[in-house]
């Protein structure tokens, strides 16, 4: 039977309850096809570190390649100065284990709500494809003078030609294998950042030659936002990079029905790659057995897929179709219907009484 070494990092908040639900559909799909899921856990999060005084312990990074892969609740303490855990274990996280991708769905499940008027599942399924480890978030820069009326804060956009290309193409073999609108579109500001977006485009262009089954697009990153409300169905894939990705992935939450169902993974296609809800930790919803653990489940999914599990990957959305369509009345916490657990539970049944 194959095997998968899985680490858990359940984190804070409402992370945990989130992921436990998440641990239990993987579970129930590892059984139905017959494979095996080995999970260890680490408590890294907000806690370790008030406890422990440091965000991840020395060799965290080492201990974490070993695994095949990372399935995380969520990061964000109410008593830790924010950042700290953002950067310290998020950002270490990606960096570290060059998860160069970030690999974000959005896809409006039947039965879910979105708040576009006339647009229903046909109209939004895209998928963006954030670049994960340069541009804005490098931490390149500095100040100057800090604290005085005369202090300069700079923060550097890095582009490598090496990050861009490797993000282009993989965006470009995805929107292949996708095999849908076969449209792939950069979202870019090529009117204002002539430099980073004009070494994208470029590479885009070059690398585009490689793919002449995929139609080539291109639009500035304040457009595709009002694109985004105005008409989703226009969109396949979009490549960006890791600022716009950010901005334009909540939005793409919001539009695909909100944070309770938004799932992401950050993707190094030849190491070990990271899942997640991309909502945040929810502290106020903690401990109450309320939040929706379908984001994570999404997630779970996504992990699947990745290590090659398809059709256990296909079956885990489709169990989460079936809860969305036949069984909850809303994605926001407390408005399901049901609890953390039973939506678990909603899955799994889906799950086990699908025919194969
Ligand atoms: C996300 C989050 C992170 C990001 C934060 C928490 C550092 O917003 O995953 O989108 O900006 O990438
Ligand atoms: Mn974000």
Redesign the pocket.
């Known amino acids: 039977m194959k095997s998968y070494k899985i680490a858990i990092i359940p984190g804070d908040g409402s992370g945990p309850e989130m992921l436990r639900e998440g641990v239990k559909v993987l579970e129930a799909a590892a059984e139905k096809f017959s494979f095996h899921l080995d999970f260890t856990e680490f408590d890294y999060g907000g806690n370790h570190y008030l406890q422990k005084g440091e965000v991840l312990p020395d060799g965290a990074v080492e201990e974490l390649m070993k695994y095949q892969a990372i399935f995380l609740g969520a ?2 303490h109410p008593e830790v100065k924010p ?1 700290i855990l ?2 310290g274990i ?2 270490t996280l ?1 960096f570290e284990l060059d998860q160069y991708i ?1 690999l974000r769905p959005v896809k409006l499940y039947p039965g879910i709500e979105t708040p576009l008027r006339g647009k229903g599942p046909n109209e939004i399924d895209f998928v963006v494809v ?1 670049e ?1 480890t340069e541009g804005l ?1 490098t931490g390149s820069g500095g100040f100057l003078r800090k604290g005085t009326p005369h202090e300069v804060a700079i923060q550097e956009s890095i582009n490598t030609r090496m990050g861009v290309e490797r993000c282009l193409r993989y965006a470009f073999e995805y929107c292949r294998e996708r095999n849908r609108g076969k449209k792939l579109t950069l979202c870019g500001k090529t009117n204002v950042l002539t430099y980073a977006f004009d070494l994208w485009e470029r590479a885009f262009q070059e690398i585009g030659e490689e793919y002449p089954d995929i139609e080539k697009d291109y639009a500035h990153v304040d457009a595709i936002s009002m694109w985004m409300i105005k008409n989703p169905e226009q969109f396949d894939v979009i490549v960006t990079d ?2 716009f ?2 901005i334009i ?2 939005l793409g939450a919001m539009i695909q029905g909100g944070m309770g169902i938004a799932a ?1 993974g ?1 993707i190094n296609p030849e190491g070990t790659s990271m899942f ?1 809800p ?1 909502g ?1 930790s929810a502290p106020k919803y903690a401990g109450t057995n309320t939040i929706n653990p379908l984001a994570a489940i999404c997630a779970g999914g996504m992990m699947l897929d990745h290590l090659g599990e398809k059709e256990a990957a296909t079956a885990v959305e489709q169990a989460v179709m079936s809860t969305c369509s036949r069984n909850i009345r809303g994605l926001s916490a407390g408005r399901m219907g049901y609890s953390t657990e039973e939506v678990g539970d909603l899955v799994v049944g889906h799950l086990r009484a699908m025919q194969l």
Do not use: S, V, W
Request: proline residues 0%; charged residues 30%; without cysteine.
């Open positions: 990061i964000g950042g953002e950067k998020l950002l990606r970030n954030r994960n978030y890791n600022m990705g950010d992935t909540d992401g950050n997640e991309i945040g």
